[in-house]
């Protein structure tokens, strides 16, 4: 073997080292979509860069195929591969914040969890995702959708630098200022360049949050989302939150009886002042009226992991997803036609506002390129008993086939599934041609293939 045997891994990661028959082995080959449940070769639980740079050149120099697990979250299971090797990064969830510069730097296998507990002990945040289990690194690749993107833009608009490893073993910095070709790569172009063991943020002055979940009648549904779409486009840019689809979970607000059907949602979030959040969330319920909710002030910490409930490690998962340039009635009825059917309480369909800032951010200034859309949609089927897979892979493929026509030819890579590769040109429009030369530049030989894979 070219770069030595298991055994010399070992001896050259500070970290730990599992193969098939090893202790822990089975733990550590566990990913968060149960669907996914392969046998890698070798599984490298790492420590620190040095421990990357080794994984990455034995399995380069064995030939053997690579895949890199952040926060685990990959819905298509590429953070796992059979008879590969596993880059875990769950060890580095270290987060230094300096609140002076406010800034933080987190390790590659932080989860925003991890991120915010840290930053919000200086009333400091930036853009993160949904659920608090959810990996800095993975979500901030793909570009990084979140509460509070229509004030601050996405997560990868507020990354400073990222410590990257690449498919020949070395050890980078990029930024403006250092590679920035891959810098430029980086934010929005996913895991295809390289392993990013370490991340700098910018921060800003986030500290109590007003909002929370409002439930309506799934019969209000069209007036919600349509009331929803007009008020955002000018809303200000401190106002965030989503409209969903949900079944009622079984939670001490909303009535006993109403528990398991489905409703139509709006989850608010008023990052600015707080003496006017009441006002600014109590434009929802002007839509129609309000079955339930749980809305009041919060840390921001608390809103972010409000729903990790719902969504434990083991489900099943299966994703689709969509930008969308103008929520129209058109779409508006087709979310109707399907929403009624989720599968099961887990399972979930989010409408994501992605304007205000995000949009003063120059369509080939990132690699993430629908600056022009106004909300990214995603159909995310989530259930836990296997049996079940086949009718709720069925449910989100119909339901994507009836919004497809709706909305724009691409998506947001974080919400894709593995059977979108044939969509990843799409995903990036005029950005794929660079794309593919900083490709060539740094993973000539494509070993970070495992991901919606931009082919060199």
């Not at 200086?122 to 570009?143: E, W």
């Not at 109403?258 to 949602?265: E, K, S, T, V, Y």
């Not at 974080?414 to 990843?424: E, H, I, L, P, T």
Request: contains cysteine; negative net charge.
């Amino acid at each position: 073997m070219g770069e030595g045997t298991i055994e010399d891994l070992r001896e050259r990661t500070r970290g730990s080292v599992y193969a098939a028959g090893d202790d822990g082995y089975d733990e550590a080959r566990k990913v968060y979509n149960a669907m996914h449940d392969k046998r890698p070769r070798v599984v490298v639980s790492c420590e620190n860069a040095g421990d990357v740079m080794a994984a990455v050149k034995f399995a380069a120099g064995n030939g053997l195929e690579l895949a890199v697990r952040g926060g685990s979250h990959s819905v298509p299971g590429f953070g796992t591969v059979d008879d590969g090797v596993v880059v875990d990064l769950s060890r580095m969830r270290q987060v230094r914040v300096d609140p002076y510069t406010r800034t933080a730097r987190a390790g590659g296998g932080a989860t925003w969890g991890d991120f915010n507990a840290a930053t919000h002990a200086f009333g400091l945040a930036t853009t993160g995702g949904i659920i608090s289990t959810t990996g800095v690194g993975g979500l901030t690749l793909g570009g990084g959708i979140g509460y509070l993107a229509r004030g601050l833009g996405l997560s990868c608009d507020n990354l400073i630098s990222a410590d990257v490893v690449t498919a020949d073993g070395r050890f980078l910095i990029a930024s403006e200022k250092e590679n920035d070709d891959l810098f430029w790569a980086l934010r929005g172009g996913g895991g295809n360049f390289g392993v990013v063991t370490a991340l700098e943020f910018r921060l800003e002055p986030v500290d109590t949050i007003y909002g929370g979940p409002m439930l309506f009648e799934m019969s209000d549904a069209a007036a919600v989302l349509a009331g929803f779409r007009d008020l955002i486009k000018d809303a200000p840019e401190q106002l965030g939150g989503f409209p969903a689809f949900q079944l009622a979970p079984p939670l001490p607000f909303i009535p006993e009886d109403r528990h398991g059907d489905p409703f139509a949602l709006i989850v608010g979030c008023w990052a600015g002042s707080p003496d006017q959040g009441e006002q600014q969330i109590a434009q929802f319920r002007e839509f129609a009226p309000v079955v339930a909710e749980h809305v009041g002030p919060m840390p921001y910490p608390a809103l972010n992991a409000a729903f990790d409930g719902l969504v434990p490690a083991g489900l099943q998962h299966y994703w689709k997803a969509n930008f969308v340039t103008e929520l129209t009635d058109d779409a508006i009825q087709a979310h109707l036609e399907h929403a009624p059917g989720l599968p099961a309480v887990n399972s979930t369909v989010h409408i994501y506002p992605i304007n205000g800032a995000c949009h003063r951010v120059a369509a080939d200034a990132t690699a993430f390129a629908y600056r022009d859309a106004n909300f990214a949609t995603v159909i995310a089927g989530m259930w836990p008993d296997p049996a079940t897979n086949d009718a709720g892979i069925e449910w989100v493929r119909n339901y994507y086939d009836a919004v497809a026509p709706h909305s724009e030819s691409g998506g947001y890579v974080n919400f894709m599934a593995d059977d979108d590769q044939g969509r990843v040109a799409d995903n990036y429009k005029g950005n794929y041609d660079r794309l593919v030369e900083v490709k060539r530049k740094y993973d000539p030989d494509n070993l970070f293939h495992l991901n919606q894979n931009i082919v060199p």
